[in-house]
């Protein structure tokens, strides 16, 4: 599994989605499976840095760990920010999306694209660090 570390600083996202665009194109994923797994990518690694590391005045790595099958693509974000499932945050529900724009509470939509974006989405905390894991099926799957 090839393994790319950054800084967690908002600085490191364009790094971050390059090693996820060479993977996706690599993969032979679609345009459009490539485009929803760096979206979901993008999201996350923004929460950790934004609120796993900014706000709590911590620093701390991101790194991208890769892993291309014959019929999966594989990434993994692994932070040392406070633990946190983002599976476990309640998501917009049918409720949520009837009422007007303005009346929607902030939060929790990112989450909701991230679960969307890719075929499989699953959280774990192992050796004191968060592991975000996002699967997509490749066009052999």
Do not use: C, W
């Amino acid at each position: 599994m090839e393994r790319k570390t950054f800084p967690g600083t908002l600085d490191s996202l364009a790094g971050i989605r390059q090693v996820v665009k060479d993977a996706s194109l690599q993969a032979g994923l679609s345009k459009k499976a490539a485009y929803n797994l760096m979206l979901a990518i993008d999201e996350i690694a923004t929460n950790i840095i934004v609120h796993g590391y900014e706000e709590t005045g911590t620093e701390g790595p991101v790194d991208v760990l890769v892993e291309h099958t014959d019929d999966t693509l594989r990434v993994i974000l692994e932070d040392e920010a406070v633990p946190f499932d983002p599976l476990k945050r309640e998501l917009p529900n049918e409720d949520f999306f009837a009422k007007p724009l303005e009346e929607r509470p902030i939060g929790g939509m990112g989450i909701h694209l991230t679960v969307n974006a890719v075929d499989e989405f699953n959280y774990e905390f192992i050796n004191n660090r968060n592991r975000n894991i996002f699967i997509v099926k490749t066009s052999n799957a």
